[in-house]
């Protein structure tokens, strides 16, 4: 057994664990994008980033891939975490923003801005089709191609597999597929929040096959973001 | 490759060309006078309209399929056997087998980092990795397609298509980029008629960008064949590309069939102007002399008929006539015809085993004649 902190709470764990596994088993929460239970780690989103503290130095690592180790300290949810996973989450409504998770996401953590160039992309390269068909399905039908700006998933020659099974494993576990809500409102780059039109709850009945990642309703309390004391 | 050669009863039989023009000559009569009879060029060929006998020709390297030249035609000394016709010109590599692929697997072996040294061979065998082999070594080893194709994909190293026969990369790192290497790239996409990654229509250069060579002090740098050229401009790039195309040439001569050697003797005292003490193209070398001015000097030229190849001892301004003399009787080579290319006068020479071959005189000019019908001896 392995003795860490997470969050100031003395815990032991199994050899092997990985962060995001024992911070999950004591309930702390951290979001994950291109984790899913039963495929290999590969830490590609980077939104579950967390602060450890190692030779008295904190060091910001992705708790999906950094294993348990003997007195680690590790905190989930420190103000410089956070900011992190703001700004993580940033980048991602920047090339993704109609994937619901992302925007999901992005009203948890009060995103309230994107200052990127915005652009439409339908992936965010998480793999975890990749894995999901290879792991789970043993398939491999689908892979990474090419390298750096160029790079994306599909299969050889953009033709059809014929290793593929149409199962669909891909599309179910993919965090970009599942499309927001836009409500009447042109597509922005963050979910506008349309149920904050007044009156907010009045007319929830309406808005009950819209997928509204709010639940429990907090439309009447988002605000339009203010810059903060002293910032433009 | 010669026993397959079948073109001279076929251009007899005259049955592939029903199509031809009336005022082009016929099968029989481009045999008597030597014209390339099975050119795919027939239409736009300006030798052939004018009834002149040409065995290299610049258009011919437009064509598809080889000028043949029949068998009896061909002079009696090691001559290379023209390739049968569905074969190209001795360029396009074999299509790689189920055993090519097999003895590769075998060489590599399946131990750690097999799988892009396999690619590695396949590429350098095919000149880039087919589909079909990829899909070969896919079911040889049970390694998923996606993988194969991932690897191919993620190195630069590795092409999916076929490519030139020379590949100019212009360096895009930063130190050349702030001297303009994007305007050369322009340049060179202008001047190709392609776009960065791809090849020209002839098969002949691969245009490529790179990230960075690694010389940087020397921008812009462009990588074109073996060569590097360094502090590249715009206007440069016309000379780089005939610089890389005249390589290719050269490479090229080996296993083409429109270069073969001759031996040449003085028209005068018909003594040989062989040099076998001095090779150009891996050939013994025509020694003549050459006058320009009050300069005289021992040249040399390419005996492999269609070369061109000229050695000098001293520099003569490019377009300058010169006088050419044999270096045994020193009698002037003086001839009747002038250049096709140019207008300008010929030096006569014989060939060896029968036929007349005429060099243009004036420097730079490749124009010749030959002409194996005329028997001197």
Known sequence: ?232 | MGSEYTAAPDAESGTSRGDRADDLTTPEEDIRLGICSNCSNLETCSYRTLGQAVWYCEEYSLAPLPALIPDTLLPPFGIKRFPGKGEAAGRKRPELEADDIDAILQRQGTGTGWLIAVLEEIQSAAGYLPEKALRMVSEKTGRPMVDLYGIATFYRYFSLKPRGRHTISVCQGTACHVRGAPALVDEFKRQLNVKPGETTADGAITLETVNCLGACALGPIVVGGDRYFSRVEAIKVRDILKKVRNESRTKDIEGDPRFFPIAVRCPLCSRSLMDPGLLIDGHPSVRLTAAYGEDRQTIRFSSLYGSGAVEYEREIPVDAETVLSCPYCAGTLEGESSCPECGNSMAPLHVEGGGLVQICTRRGCKGHTLDLTLDYF
Do not use: W
Request: charged share 25%; hydrophobic share 30%; net charge positive.
């Open chain 1, 1 to 232: 057994m392995i003795n860490l902190k997470i969050n100031g709470l003395n815990v032991s764990v199994e050899k092997g664990t990985t962060l995001l596994e024992a911070s999950r088993f004591l309930g702390f929460p951290i979001p994950t994008l291109c984790h899913v239970d039963g495929l290999s780690p590969y830490g590609a989103c980077r939104v579950c980033t967390v602060e450890i503290m190692e030779n008295s130095k904190s060091r910001l690592v992705t708790s999906c891939t950094y294993p348990a180790t003997e007195g680690l300290q590790v905190r989930t949810a420190s103000s410089r975490v956070i900011s992190a996973r703001k700004m993580i989450l940033e980048l991602l409504l920047a090339s993704c923003p109609q994937s619901k998770k992302i925007q999901d996401l992005a009203s948890a953590y009060g995103v309230r801005r994107q200052r990127f160039r915005q652009e439409y992309e339908d992936c965010i390269l998480c793999g975890l089709c990749v894995r999901m068909c290879e792991e789970q399905m043993m398939a491999k039908a689908i892979g990474f191609r090419g390298r750096g700006e160029g790079r994306s998933i599909g299969t050889p020659y953009d033709r059809k597999s014929e290793v593929c099974r149409t199962c669909g494993g891909c599309m179910y576990v993919c965090p970009a597929c599942q499309l927001r809500c836009t409500f009447n409102q042109a597509e922005n780059p963050i979910c506008g929040a349309c149920e904050n039109l007044s009156p907010p709850c009045l007319e929830k009945d309406n808005y009950d096959d819209m997928m509204c990642s709010m639940s429990p309703c907090l439309a009447c309390e988002i605000k339009q973001y203010e810059p903060l004391k002293g910032e433009k």
